[in-house]
T-cell receptor, first 114, second 111 residues
């Protein structure tokens, strides 16, 4: 069966420090991968999605970046965190867009920038 | 562009029905999803409906779709305290990769 792993579960980082959040999917090949951010009162905002290795689309211009070094690995990074980067970050995966497929979510990372 | 809107809060008494509403903008062939988020956790799919359907029922859950008004609702019958959570509506145009989520509705069930 397919599983998705996200880590760390919680993270407290000072302003200006770098960030690396990792997400891996098991049990499926060539998944579509997503990074979402959930901030209070702002719902779930799509940050990046990827349909293959080195194929990444950015939805929101900001100081975050994403990389997909392997088929089932998706990394969210920042060189210098801002206070406004605080939030709950969720990784998700899906399969073929031609099918009625849901997005499957990880358990999230709570990031607090201090 | 795509946009999904929901009211932020809903409070109901245990045993009553809850109705959570959502409006969307995409007019293409669209999949519409309802997800539930427990505190501090990821999202779990509750149910979905395709835009050529009007209604879908699954145990205590009923989804109604008004295509003309682009309005989607989720009805939870006999609401229980365990139903307290944030409920997200999401849309995805068939053949595309992006899932667009609403702001989420926080449902509070009062005992």
């Amino acid at each position: 069966s397919q599983t998705i792993h996200q880590w760390p579960a919680t993270l407290v980082q000072p302003v200006g420090s770098p960030l690396s959040l990792e997400c891996t999917v098991e049990g499926t090949s060539n998944p579509n991968l997503y990074w979402y951010r959930q901030a209070a009162g702002r719902g779930l905002q799509l940050l990046f999605y990827s349909i293959g290795i080195d194929q990444i689309s950015s939805e929101v211009p900001q100081n975050l970046s994403a990389s997909r070094p392997q088929d089932r690995q998706f990394i969210l990074s920042s060189k210098k965190l801002l206070l406004s980067d605080s939030g709950f970050y969720l990784c998700a995966w899906s399969v073929s867009p031609q099918m009625n497929t849901e997005a499957f979510f990880g358990q999230g990372t709570r990031l607090t920038v201090v | 562009g795509e946009d999904v809107e929901q009211s932020l809060f809903l409070s109901v008494r245990e045993g009553d029905s809850s109705v959570i509403n959502c409006t969307y903008t995409d007019s293409s062939s669209t999949y519409l999803y309802w997800y539930k988020q427990e505190p501090g956790a990821g999202l779990q799919l509750l149910t979905y409906i395709f835009s050529n359907m009007d209604m879908k029922q699954d145990q205590r859950l009923t989804v109604l779709l008004n295509k003309k008004d682009k309005h989607l609702s989720l009805r939870i019958a006999d609401t229980q305290t365990g139903d307290s959570a944030i409920y997200f509506c999401a849309e995805r145009t068939s053949g595309t990769y992006k899932y667009i989520f609403g702001t989420g509705t926080r449902l509070k069930v009062l005992a």
